[in-house]
């Protein structure tokens, strides 16, 4: 007895040869299967339309195309996310916002001060 294996004894692997001896089937076959499926409950294959092409989506542009990196305390840079979410905006938006409610701050101080 050897230890060597022996050439072409290879019984672990299956042969899957015989299966090209499979005859294609008939047409009354294809008809008998698609009505015993279609009585078991599953539907024949129909031929659908392709569904109609969709427009291409216009490009998005960017509206806040710079950065600003601002040092901020981290309970600040909190506040201004809790800000943007409560409101529903992108952090550029609340930015615009917040500026916007500095200046007419300022304007309404300027006009106080100068009475």
Known sequence: MTDK?????????????????????????????????????????KTTQPAPARPTPKLRQATFTDAIHVRARPEDRQRFEDFAYRQRLSKGDAMTRLLDFAEREEERLMASSGK
């Open 5 to 45: 294996a022996t050439p072409g004894s290879r019984r672990s692997i299956a042969s899957f040869a015989a299966d090209d001896d499979i005859p294609v089937p008939t047409p009354e076959q294809i008809v008998a299967a698609k009505a015993g499926g279609e009585g078991l409950g599953f539907r024949s294959e």
